[in-house]
């Protein structure tokens, strides 16, 4: 059994730059991307997703293999991947401002645990927040809506077709704004609520400077934030839900993707 060059090459193309694109998302895509899931287990997973969707994929053009054309078509796809990964990704970076500054309100930020998600330290707080949103993007089926968004992608953005422009590419990190307004809409009923706890605390150590700051003070706002925390998390349900159809919303404008 012999086979010829224009065959190789066709094959290559067939699986090579769908692989590239699905690799770029499932290297910083949340959930799927996370640094604890082993390497070996993401490859496979991008191997697995190639095999299922390159069948259905539109006709790839056929560009001289390690020609500039070649390699500029690759790093394009691979900017594709990794810009629709990092768009949904800023959906969990709200949660994990959230976190920080509820915690500085209840005096954690120097509890410091290891974010599997993101591979370094975060209050303690945060980590609850992004446990929280972890399972909330499951329960909703996002993972699903993520792979339904990158099989349409190559529909809307077929390989050999003019990627992301520079306005495009704008736009999305302006929509990284709403990091700050997720994570301020999170936060805010827990941080008003201690610091109306430690104005309060602050007025009772000015009467009675007997009180002392840190053996009352600390433990009151701990156990308040905790208590606050409870109830404050139908508020996290929300505004994630509204974050993860808005950045879906974005991705099918953008990407050609059907975030439904």
């Known amino acids: ?11 290559i193309e067939a699986w ?15 959930v799927l991307g996370s640094t604890s899931i082993p390497v070996r287990i993401r ?15 539109p006709t790839l053009p056929s560009i001289p293999l390690f020609s500039a054309t070649w390699w ?28 920080e500054l ?10 410091q645990v290891l974010d599997p998600l993101h591979g370094s330290t975060t209050p303690v707080i945060g980590q609850i927040l992004t446990i929280s949103a972890t399972l909330l993007f499951l329960a909703s089926n996002g993972h699903l809506r993520l792979i339904e968004a990158l099989a349409a992608s190559f529909q809307g953005l077929p390989v050999g077709v003019s990627g992301l422009n520079g306005q495009v590419i704008h736009g ?11 994570g301020l809409q999170i936060a805010l009923p827990v941080v008003i609520a201690l610091l109306l706890v430690n104005l309060a605390f602050g007025v009772m150590s000015r009467s009675a400077p007997a009180i002392s700051a ?9 156990i308040v934030g905790i208590v606050l925390l409870r109830f404050s998390l139908p508020v996290l349900n929300s505004v994630l839900m509204a974050l993860l159809d808005s950045t879906f919303e974005l991705i099918e404008q953008v990407f050609g993707g059907n975030g439904g």
């Open 214 to 222: 840190i053996s009352v003070g600390f433990p009151l706002a701990l």
């Open 72 to 99: 500029l078509e690759t790093a394009r796809q691979l900017l594709i991947g990794v810009a629709m990964g990092f768009v949904l990704t800023l959906v969990f970076e709200a949660a994990v401002m959230a976190g």
């Open 16 to 30: 090579l730059w769908p692989l590239i694109r699905i690799g770029g998302i499932l290297s910083i895509a949340p």
């Open 1 to 11: 059994m012999s086979f010829t060059d224009a065959q190789l090459l066709g094959w």
């Open 102 to 111: 509820i915690a500085y309100g209840m005096g954690l930020s120097f509890a």
């Open 43 to 57: 490859v496979v997973l991008a191997v697995l997703l190639t095999l299922a969707l390159a069948p259905v994929l």
């Open 172 to 182: 999305l990190v302006a929509w990284g704004g709403n990091i700050f307004s997720g």
